[in-house]
């Protein structure tokens, strides 16, 4: 993730509304895995990559 702590710290910032999502089993492993060698939380990571590909698809035509 390319400039992680920015991002971190502009979603803190922002409101969040609280919601179910089911993953499976796996990618939640994967998740924590991934945030635990980042150093962060895995709901933090998540939303991160939820973010981010949210922009990406904004940005497709």
Known sequence: M?????LVAKLAKT?????AL??????LAKANEIAERKGIGYQT???????EG???AGRRP
């Open 15 to 19: 409101t969040s509304v609280q919601i």
């Open 45 to 51: 990571l998540l939303k991160m990559i939820v973010h």
């Open 22 to 27: 089911r993953l499976p089993s796996p990618d």
């Open 54 to 56: 949210l922009e990406r």
């Open 2 to 6: 390319s400039g992680g702590s920015k």
